[in-house]
């Protein structure tokens, strides 16, 4: 019977280590593996992860475009039109509407709805922005649009 006195590891789960630079019956002896001096054979050597021996490295080879700083950028959820069709007819659909019915994860963020899709229901939709096309989609049913 097995109890935490007497516990083992399964049989084969457990593999020794390879032991390097032990004489010439582990296969491993003299220079353990790392083939005969040079930078990659001293102890501690070997190059900085990029480096291309002296060739400028593709990480400076490659151009840089454009520069967005994420810390002050305005982030918004994404609500498209077609996603407010899973809305009741003439229902107000706000923040909390929509992470109540699992479009919007958290209202970490402000919501933006933009057009992609159609819409036949009439609504009253609130959020912080509207993209052109989604806002004459939804008054061009008889629903009404409200930045907040």
Known sequence: MKNLGNLSPAKGSNKDKKRLGRGPASGQGKTA??????????????????????QTPLYRRLPKYGFKNTRTMKQFHIVN????????SEAVVD???????????????????LGAGKIE????????????????????????????
């Open 33 to 54: 593996g790392k083939g005969h001096k040079g930078q990659k054979a001293r102890k501690g050597g070997g190059v900085a992860p990029g480096f291309e021996g002296g």
């Open 81 to 88: 039109l077609a996603d407010l069709e899973t809305f009741q």
């Open 95 to 113: 923040a909390e509407a929509l992470v109540k019915a699992g479009l919007v994860r958290n209202l970490k963020h402000p919501v933006k709805i």
């Open 121 to 148: 229901k009439k609504l009253t939709v609130k959020a912080a922005k509207f993209s052109k096309s989604a806002k004459a989609a939804i008054e061009g049913v008889g629903g009404s649009t409200q930045e907040i």
